[in-house]
């Protein structure tokens, strides 16, 4: 098979070659897991050991008591933080509830929810979030994700609805650009704004989404000068789904790459529905599209649809590091802890870049 061709793993002259991926090991800055380390410790394991140098972790998993093991074993502690989830919060404030060009709320994805970024309570309440998270713990970083307006894309078949046209959006869109919005009706102006200034619109939607990360920014290194601010992101290039990630989900690299520190590509080719050698063409890609900046892919463990075999998962995590990627982790923790041979395909890899 494929996967199995491009699994082979030889380090030979201090240079790492894995299925036609070359990189220096002593630029690899991140050897990472996604999710709490839990289950590896009940098995006996240390971070250390497995060669585990960061631990990417949702907000609500975070404790002291967590932050004192995973420092003493060696593990910088980064904290995703889901910013543009809507979802336990719109339903208790109506009117973030995103707004389709009908006039409609929009149905909520198969699991995700997301929200109007331009209303202020959500802003409000999501930064406020941000801001006791870094009083209260001290962390090397925030990964924001769900930064996109509402949309689904980890799906073969993405949901991708035209969203948001609630007066807070066109008027702000007026307002910003110097448009006159014309019609009476949401679903008038829809029509307007779409017909008339289309690309104007999609390029004010990217601002908007590039404004959140600017803010966080602020506010995270207004705490820590040296924390990292860094983007879980649709890992679509300009060619998928007619260009859906700039169209509808409102994401811009030029625009990103002035706040992010590191851009971290979902390429979860499984659930995504794409072949091993994918997560390589698209790091390769998107290592053209933001010269300067770090690359942490986040690469798929989890048996999601399907099984991922030991060599799948080996070939993924060095397909991580291809372009210029200087570090790579994968989803989940505890995906690779209920998994003995994919705990060895981790930590022989993770070993061989010490």
Known sequence: MRAAFFGTLIVLCGTLVAGFVHFNPQK?????????????????????????????????????????????????????????????????????????????????????????????????????????????????????????????????????????????????????????????????????????????????????????????????KSQNPNALLGLYHCPWSDHDFNNARYRILGLDFNMLKDHVDVFSPMVYHKRMGRQPAWVKENIEWLSHQVEDSRIWPIVQASDEPAEISEKEFETVLQYGLSGNSTGVMMFTTDAVAEDHAKINVMKKMYKNLK
């Open 28 to 220: 690899v800055e991140i050897r990472g897991v996604y999710g709490h380390p839990q289950k590896l410790w009940d098995k006996g394991y240390h971070l250390s050991d497995l060669g585990i140098n960061a631990v990417f972790l949702h907000e609500k998993s975070i404790s002291h008591d967590f932050i004192k093991r995973a420092r003493k074993e060696g593990a910088k502690i980064f904290a995703e933080f889901a910013t543009l989830n809507g979802r336990g919060y719109v339903e208790e404030h109506p009117e973030a509830w995103p707004i389709d060009s009908s006039g409609k709320k929009v149905e909520p994805a198969t699991w995700f929810m997301g929200v109007c970024p331009t209303d202020p309570g959500f802003r409000n309440y999501r930064t406020d979030a941000l801001k006791q998270l870094l009083q209260q713990y001290e962390i090397d970083g925030v990964w924001m994700d769900y930064v996109h307006w509402h949309a689904q894309f980890e799906d073969p078949n993405p949901i991708l609805p035209e969203t948001c046209f609630c007066n807070k959006c066109t008027d702000k869109f007026r307002r910003q650009t110097n448009i006159d919005v014309k019609g009476e009706s949401i679903t008038e102006k829809a029509r307007f704004i779409l017909n008339y200034h289309d690309s104007s619109w999609r390029k004010w939607r990217c601002e908007v989404v590039a404004d959140w990360t600017s803010e966080f920014r602020r506010i995270v």
